[in-house]
């Protein structure tokens, strides 16, 4: 049965910011308005992973810089109790934990990283069925606090 915070959330957005230096500026403010919106909007929970996601968000449209070419999109959207980023490029090389020697002060604990703060993530085929991959992260909004409501949905 799925959980959903009784204040309905729903919004989304997108951009194509390729590889340009600010090109994590730009998908973190994305990512900023529509918490935003969706707060404004009566969805307090969203504001609780806002840290959380906007690192996240950081760390995939990096990654895509720097190890896939670019990013062709980024996506975000938050309905039905979720929040969800997606990052698309055109590189089939897939996300991998990379070995430990390999780990220090440029990089090597994005996977980590990702793992802890999203409740899901994960790789999909381009949507449009072109080259390339989508990198998604998807963040639970529970409403917390005495009183809370849930409803189904």
């Known amino acids: 049965m799925s959980m959903a915070p009784q204040t309905p959330c729903t919004a989304s957005s997108l951009i194509r910011p390729g590889c340009a230096t600010m090109a994590v500026r730009d998908a973190r403010k994305l990512v900023a308005d529509l918490i935003d919106d969706c707060s404004r909007a009566g969805c307090r929970e969203v504001e609780r992973r806002a840290d959380d996601v906007l690192l996240v968000v950081s760390e995939l449209v990096t990654n895509a810089c720097r190890h896939a070419g670019g990013v ?8 039905r109790g979720e929040l969800v ?12 934990e990379p070995v430990e020697e390999a780990k220090g002060e440029t990089g090597g604990y994005g996977c980590q990283l990702v793992t802890a703060l999203a409740d899901r993530w994960g790789v999909t085929p381009r949507r449009d069925n072109g080259c390339g991959k989508t ?10 606090g005495p009183g809370t409501a849930l409803t189904d949905v």
Not at 135 to 144: C, D, Q, S
């Open 72 to 79: 062709d999109e980024v996506r975000v959207r938050c309905e």
């Open 85 to 96: 980023v997606e990052v698309e490029d055109t590189s089939e090389a897939m996300p991998r």
């Open 135 to 144: 990198v998604y992260a998807g963040f639970e909004l529970r409403p917390t």
